[in-house]
């Protein structure tokens, strides 16, 4: 693949968890890839462009998807990624709370995206895939998730919304919703605890599920306004 054809993915949330294993699966590709989080570190690869920034500011969408076509020259995929989850009673939620949720969950995922999708726009192709999770379906007392509801059901509802609008213009829109997933902020010690909520299937999932998820929806060209379920069973077995 020529310098010019390559493809290049930007993945929020790129320095662990999910995010680090989108880059390492997007490279095994032969993609370029700008892999963004506040405390990312350079990288070795040449094509791996690390930006370090916290996406609820707004000043850095435009920092990413300038450095990306400044290094690499196009925009073929985003990967929404990065989130933040708190989990309290609705009533012990706070101002800050609130800022740190949807700063990173819809404010960095709507300027991100307008951004990444102007310039897929004009080269008439792209594809934007975003995490949402399954507590948007599945409500639970055990973990009041409203601030993650709040945030991640309107990414489920954009997805919808961005994939008609932009159906005709070569630009797909998709997310991919997990249920349990082992990551560095849900470790093995903690799955004692889940009782009920572990999911059908009778383990958790692992990163490997999500990043296999994504790149089944990267190569397959007809799937668009799709909010694929990578849960063991969950939402089905309720």
């Known amino acids: 693949m020529s310098e010019q054809d390559r493809r290049v993915a ?28 506040r405390t990312i570190k350079p990288s070795g690869d040449p094509d791996v462009l690390t930006v370090a920034g916290d996406v609820a500011e707004p000043a850095t969408a ?13 925009i073929d995929t985003l990967v929404n990624n990065a989130g933040v989850f708190i989990s309290k009673p609705f009533t012990d939620y706070t101002a800050a709370d609130y800022a740190a949720v949807v700063g990173v969950n819809l404010t960095g995922f709507f300027w991100l995206t307008q951004r990444a999708i102007a310039e897929m726009a004009r080269r008439g192709s792209g594809h934007v895939v975003s995490i949402t ?44 919703s997990p249920g349990i997933i082992q990551t560095p902020t849900h470790p093995p010690e903690s799955y004692a ?14 990163v490997s599920d999500i990043v296999d998820g994504i790149l089944f929806l990267e190569s397959s060209p007809f799937i668009t306004g799709e909010i694929l379920h990578i849960d063991g069973g969950q939402i089905a077995g309720h």
């Open 133 to 176: 999770t399954t507590l948007v379906d599945y409500a639970t007392s055990s973990e009041p998730s409203l601030l993650t509801a709040l945030t991640k059901g309107g990414l489920a509802a954009a997805t919808r919304s961005l994939a008609i609008e932009y159906a005709s213009r070569g630009i797909r829109v998709n997310a991919v």
């Open 10 to 37: 930007i993945i929020t949330g790129g320095s662990q968890g999910i995010g680090a294993g989108l880059v390492a699966a997007y490279r095994q590709r032969g993609w370029a890839v700008v892999a963004v989080s």
């Open 193 to 206: 605890a889940l009782g009920p909520r572990l999911p059908p299937v009778g383990h958790v999932g692992q």
């Open 62 to 74: 435009g920092r990413i998807t300038g450095e990306a076509l400044g290094r690499f020259g196009r």
